[in-house]
């Protein structure tokens, strides 16, 4: 399947506009554009971030270091989901897996911090703290977490 193909489908899906508009020049949305794409994305996360405690401003803001994000269905619903990191450098030791349903109106969130000089040999997974945001339910949960074990230098 095309590149091309995908983000036209991608966009089709997402009824279009939130996609062409949160899109960057590859055609593709991306965490750290969606804020400044629609308002209603920027309304429904600041409901998710407002009465969380000592989260860093990339997180707040949606800031920093994103890939593409993926169209996926969870439980009936379909949600834009995808990474988030503080810088590409720290995307080991600081991330974020976020989704936002494609009507806008839910977001949720897993912050991802791995001790800074991990070393090599030592598994990230077990030495990760995970914290979720906009109260996910277990299926929510596991969706998020699926997003983090596609990275192929988590294990």
């Known amino acids: 399947m095309s590149v091309l193909f995908k983000a036209l489908a991608a966009a089709l899906l997402l009824g ?21 794409s629609d308002p209603q994305y920027r309304e429904t996360w600041t409901k998710v971030v407002k009465k969380e405690e ?3 401003e ?8 994103s890939e593409q994000m993926n169209a996926v269905e969870e439980d009936g619903g379909k949600y834009l989901v995808g990474p988030l990191c503080e810088t590409q450098q720290t995307c080991l030791n600081k991330r974020l897996i976020v989704a936002f349903s494609f009507n806008k109106k839910d ?6 911090e791995v001790p800074a000089g991990l070393p090599a040999d030592k598994s990230p997974t077990r030495h990760a703290d995970y914290r979720f945001l906009g109260k996910p339910n277990q299926g929510m949960q596991d ?3 699926e997003q983090l074990k596609k990275d192929p230098n988590w294990y």
């Open 16 to 36: 279009g506009g939130a996609m062409a508009m949160a899109a960057n020049s590859d055609g593709q949305a991306r965490a750290n554009e969606l804020l400044n």
């Open 54 to 56: 000592r989260l860093p």
């Open 58 to 65: 990339w997180v707040m803001n949606l800031s920093g270091a």
């Open 107 to 112: 977001a949720y969130a897993m912050l991802v």
């Open 143 to 145: 969706l998020l977490m």
